[in-house]
């Protein structure tokens, strides 16, 4: 049974009743506040009957709150406190022997407790209704202790039947310790005292005034309350800041001088008192029980003795004249030790701070009573093992070198996250300490130290003429092998390592390897450049670093020290700056551009001139905007007419072709290196040639050639690994003339829809999916224009270098060779009976024409489909499994999230956000990127479908929130990769539809949200989340719109699935979740609530009169398409998902 304990407040006992109540809410159980504020009243301890009583005569107990009832205890309990407090400010007198009879204060009080008991149960008569267990009428029967009497078990005795308040072995133990402890109280009444201080403390003794004992012994006393000593020469330390006010029973006020510790010598050996207060005018030395007993002591007064019962035994005493006398002997050398006020002592109160501190404190007298304090040489052990530090290294420790190569500075940084364009993730420095000029080198490796620091002195001892005496490095295995330090001994260099754990012995390099990196991570910041560019920008860093001043060389910049000459500024650019570069008269026409646009991202290191993405072009042909802040390049636009016009391209796509450059050629001269690229090339040409797609003809004077370039790609498995080397052979489009060397150029695409029902129906039936490839298949589509282009770099025909090439079909990169090949397949394919669907344009049917395709065009037969447009494909006896795991990876990595933490669900639910907050804006190309890249990988992931629409609608000006959530989705994707869509060939096949909508779930314009979800079978294989078009008025009035659009995208498929063979007699089954909604698309009439909505948003009508559509109510707890809507809590976010077939390969294996 929960009952207050005497020891415990009000407070304590109410929050553990709380937390018992709470536990028993939680498990389903009704526990009213009415029942607690009965428990709280029966429970707390007699001294709270009589406001017990006083509550229950004032208030009603069915009203009275938890709150109010709380309060009421707590006041009467601080009533309580402070009279107990009067009471401990009066004399405390000794009792004589034997057992004394109770005063009449105590009998007063005890007849108080007992009327106010006796108040209280009469108070609580009649308030409830006759008990029907126990016959009594101030309680109900669920509250009925007797009821449950026969269980309860005392804590006392351990016997049932009784609770330990009432238990009458407790009472009689009781009975026999308060008549023990009287036989032992002295006869003679003592005069009682105590002491009090600045804190209220109460220090009570008792003491015999003139007693003829020494002044070394103590007297053992249980009515005082802290030790107290009369002698100074007894105490080994002392605090006398410590005043104390001592007042004896007649009034008398005596004063304490300190407070410190003791030394007593007993048979056991020295011992020390502490907290014992030095009161000279005292006639004795006082031992205080209490505090003996908070120390841990035990004492025991039997039979005329006080004593330790413990095995340590300390001392036993014989009582004397009533009392109890102990007779140390006085320690002799104590007092030589003994210090007026011990800085240590100071020392460790103010939390170990430093002596001189303090006494410049004291000194100042910033504080009150701040006793006079003398520097001393002691050591504080926990100060030693708490702050010891290092001793701070000077700048001028070390002698500087006088001469060139004297002594060098190396230092490695790295690992680099993110590896450069050339796949380093390491940089070495080393600086010469008389010139302070600097040289940087990339590396792979750690393990390649050495042979950079072979080739560094090779060059820096030719240069200078010099040779290296001394290397300064750090203690790590790259420069502590055995191969580098056999080679600098081999060379006469005295290597010089540092201390393990003290990089301030090599600071020139540690300083420089932070400046290097401060300086590129500002560049590239400034750029908004990947991090793969950090190599660019750390050699730059270099090449800046030596032309600037450094307070080591004094009057000169180290290239000045090194090279003896002042270095020219004038070619010094903006790093990631628009340049344009020149174009050589060889490599142009008359009328061609003389500059191509490119990016300044270094300066030349074996020619005089700038690096730009890589390439060095040599000599002063580029150009840099290096004055102005260039966030975008130009390039030629479509026009109507002859004039052109600058047509702004992001920055980031440009910085995203650079990057390109660490797996794939970036140009023609690149790929020349490398025989797989050229086997590609010759393969393309062959292809072009057989499949007549040029001939070489005179260059005509009437027409321009358009220029053409090689284009270089590594088709990738979807694991990962390499497929094949792609060279394409491209025109630049861009350079066309609408209306002269193009027209129409729209070509159709398939859907994603379609794809994903033609999967769904082949696993309902069964059937096996196929895929060919057909090889450069814009090289098959017939040019209705006369186009002529230059010769391929690198391939152009001996003693024919001027001709060109006219196209008989087309090129990639021609802006109408979309076209020119879908009019050729279509043309084809209907001249083989081919029938092309009406709803969908790149839909054909025929039973059998693979062997037809194949003897047309030169085409590979890839056998059953594994990989198309992207998509990974999985044909398992049970059923077809797609996904996009290899995509979803691609992700991660280029947004640099592959080693992030995963989430359970893409969006936080109920987080709005807005076009409009005031956070700092994000580069808009990024998140752009960002939102495109999650767009497509929908094809196989409706669960990224709701995601991926909300986050799109910020992306004219995106924020660091919307970054944030967009980086959300990325990291569930991390923990889902392997998720795509299962579609089983178990099932019966039949068109159905899920389609909701939120309300006003825009924070902008109010606007509400469509989604719906579409099924063939199992599996979803259409789905779309998109804003509504006008701002719905109700919540019925939002779905009955959504439900409109969900219906047409349903008729359009039945077209889709009756082209296929499928005849949809049945009606599609639409589920809304809204019964509202259904009404008003079933029922024509138009009403006051619905004649504001448009016309063409009725449309639903009538395909729920002809039958088409049928609206089925359904729970919103099998809603499915809520998925599409609005973020979700994890649990129904994860039944939904599941719901739409979105799963893991390996669960259907394993099934």
Avoid at 251 to 269: D, N, P
Avoid at 467 to 483: A, G, M, V
Avoid at 720 to 731: N, T, Y
Wanted: hydrophobic content about 35%.
């Amino acid at each position: 049974m929960l009952k207050m304990q005497e020891t415990e407040t009000i407070h304590q006992y109410t929050n553990k009743l709380m937390d018992v109540v709470n536990r028993i809410r939680l498990h389903g159980e009704e526990f009213p506040d009415r029942r607690l504020v009965e428990k709280i009243i029966v429970s707390v301890p007699d001294e709270f009957e009589s406001k017990i009583s006083a509550i229950e005569e004032s208030y009603d107990l069915k009203e009275l709150t938890i709150t109010e009832l709380i309060s009421k205890l707590q006041a009467h309990e601080q009533t309580l406190v402070m009279k107990t407090d009067e009471t401990k400010e009066g004399a405390f007198l000794a009792r004589q022997k034997g057992k004394q009879p109770a005063t009449s204060s105590e009998s007063n009080k005890t007849n108080g407790y007992n009327q106010a008991y006796q108040q209280h149960q009469q108070s609580r008569k009649g308030r409830f209704p006759l008990c029907c267990y126990c016959r009594k009428s101030n309680h109900e029967e669920k509250d009925c202790w007797f009821k449950g009497k026969s269980q309860i078990q005392c804590r006392f005795c351990k016997k049932y039947g009784h609770i330990e308040k009432n238990c009458r072995a407790k009472q009689q133990r009781q009975h026999q310790t308060q008549h023990q402890q009287a036989q032992y109280r002295p006869k003679q009444q003592q005069q009682v005292n105590y002491a009090e201080d600045q804190c209220k403390e109460d220090y009570l003794f008792t003491v015999t005034q003139g007693s003829s004992l020494p002044s070394s012994t103590w007297f053992v006393d249980n009515g005082c309350t802290n030790h107290m000593a009369r002698d100074e020469s007894l105490f080994v330390e002392m605090d006398k800041s410590v005043i104390t006010n001592v007042k004896l029973g007649n009034g008398t006020v005596l004063r304490s001088q300190g407070k410190g510790t003791a030394i007593i010598q007993t048979k056991t050996g020295t011992k020390q008192i502490t907290d014992v207060m030095f009161i000279p005018s005292l006639s004795q030395n006082l031992l205080s029980v209490a505090q003996m007993m908070k120390k841990g002591f035990t004492l025991s007064f039997v039979h005329d003795s006080c004593f330790d019962p413990t095995s340590d035994e300390i001392a036993k005493v014989k009582m004397v004249e009533n009392i109890f006398p102990l007779d140390f002997e006085k320690v002799q050398h104590c007092f030589s030790t003994c210090k007026t006020v011990d800085e240590n002592l100071w020392h460790k109160r103010y939390g170990h701070f430093n002596v001189k501190g303090l006494k410049y404190m004291q000194t100042h007298e910033f504080v009150r009573d701040l006793t006079e304090l003398h520097l001393t040489n002691s050591v504080c052990e926990s100060c030693q093992l708490g702050k010891m530090h290092k001793l701070p290294f000077l700048v001028n420790k070390f002698l500087r070198a006088t001469q060139k190569l004297e002594l060098v500075h190396t230092d490695i940084c790295g690992p680099m996250r993110t590896p450069s364009l050339s796949q380093n993730r390491y940089f070495i420095l080393f600086i010469d300490d008389f010139t302070r000029m600097t040289w940087v080198y990339f590396l792979d490796s750690k393990g390649q130290a050495l042979p950079v620091f072979e080739k560094f002195k090779a060059l820096v001892e030719n240069q200078s003429g010099c040779r290296i005496k001394k290397l300064r490095s750090d203690n790590r295995k790259e420069y502590t092998s055995n191969d580098f330090n056999l080679f600098c001994e081999e060379a006469g260099v005295d290597h010089q390592l540092t201390v393990s754990y003290t990089p301030q012995q090599n600071g020139i390099a540690k300083r420089k390897n932070r400046t290097v990196i401060e300086m590129a991570r500002c560049m590239l910041a400034e750029k908004k450049l990947p991090k793969s560019f950090w190599a660019k920008v750390v050699y730059i860093a270099i090449y800046l670093l030596n032309g600037l001043p450094t307070k080591a060389v004094k009057g000169m910049t180290p290239i000045e020290a090194w090279y003896g000459q002042k270095p020219f500024a004038d070619h010094w650019k903006v790093f990631g700056s628009i340049c344009y570069n020149h174009v050589p008269t060889a490599k142009r026409g008359k009328l061609d551009e003389k500059a191509e646009i490119g990016i300044f991202i270094g300066y030349g290191t074996q020619a005089k001139g700038y690096k730009d993405a890589g390439k060095i072009e040599k000599g002063s042909n580029k150009q840099c905007e290096a004055g102005s802040d260039v966030a975008s390049s130009s390039e030629i636009a479509e026009v109507d007419d002859d004039s052109s016009i600058l047509k702004t391209k992001s920055l980031a796509d440009i910085y995203a072709r650079c990057n390109l450059a660490t797996a794939e050629p970036n140009c023609f001269e690149e790929a020349a290196k490398q025989q797989v690229w050229i086997d590609a090339m010759k393969e393309k040409l062959s292809m072009i040639e057989k499949n007549q797609t040029w001939c070489l003809v005179p260059k005509p004077n009437d027409k321009k050639p358009i220029g053409v370039k090689w284009v270089f790609r590594t088709k990738l498995n979807p694991d990962g690994s390499i497929h094949k080397h792609k060279a394409r052979l491209v025109v630049k489009g861009y350079a066309q003339q609408p209306g002269v060397d193009y027209g129409e150029t729209y070509a159709p695409v398939a859907r994603h829809d379609t794809i994903r029902l033609l999967i769904a129906l082949a696993a309902n039936l069964g059937w096996k999916l196929f895929h060919m490839d057909v090889k450069s298949a814009f090289l098959n589509g017939v040019l209705q224009e006369e186009i002529y282009v230059e010769q391929p770099l690198g391939f152009e025909i001996t003693g024919n270098e001027d001709c060109v090439y006219k196209l008989n079909k087309a090129l990639y990169g021609l802006k109408q060779a979309p076209r020119a090949w879908y009019c050729r397949i279509d043309h084809y394919l209907m001249s083989q009976g081919f029938r092309r669907s009406t709803e969908e344009a790149t839909l054909y049917l025929l039973e059998q024409f693979k062997k037809v395709m194949m003897q047309k065009f030169a085409m590979t037969d890839l056998g059953e489909t594994k990989y198309f447009l992207g998509l990974e494909v999985q044909q398992l006896s049970k059923g077809i499994f797609i996904c996009q795991r290899k995509y979803a990876l691609d992700i991660l990595k280029k947004f640099e999230m592959e080693n992030c933490k995963p989430v359970a669900t893409p969006l936080v639910q109920n987080e709005k956000l807005s076009k409009n907050d005031q956070e700092t804006k994000v580069d808009s190309s990024y998140y752009r990127s960002l939102i495109g890249s999650l767009l497509y990988l929908t094809a196989t992931r409706p669960d990224l479908m709701f995601a991926t629409s909300y986050l799109s609608r910020f992306m004219s000006a995106p924020s660091k929130l919307h970054l944030v959530a967009a980086k959300r989705v990325l990291r569930y994707i991390k923990g889902t990769y392997e998720l795509g869509l299962w579609f089983d060939n178990n099932q019966q096949g039949r068109l159905q539809g899920y389609v909701d909508s939120d309300w006003a779930g825009s924070m902008e314009d109010m606007i509400s949200t469509t989604g719906y979800v579409f099924s063939f079978g199992s599996g979803s294989f259409s789905w779309n989340s998109k804003k509504q078009d006008v701002v719905a008025q109700s919540t019925a009035e939002a779905k009955y719109l959504a439900a409109g659009a969900a219906a047409n995208h349903a008729v359009w498929l039945r077209m889709v699935l009756e082209e296929l063979g499928f005849n949809q007699i049945e009606s599609c089954v639409l589920n809304v979740d809204n019964m509202s909604a259904i009404a008003i698309a079933q029922n024509p009439v138009q009403h006051g609530r619905t004649k504001h909505i448009k016309i063409e948003y009725h449309v639903i009508r009538n395909y729920v009169q002809d039958k088409e559509i049928v609206l089925q109510h359904c729970d919103s707890e099998i809603q499915v398409a809520d998925i599409l809507t609005k973020a979700l809590p994890r649990q129904k976010f994860e039944e939904f998902k599941d719901m739409l077939g979105v799963t893991n390969i390996k669960s259907k294996e394993e099934c």
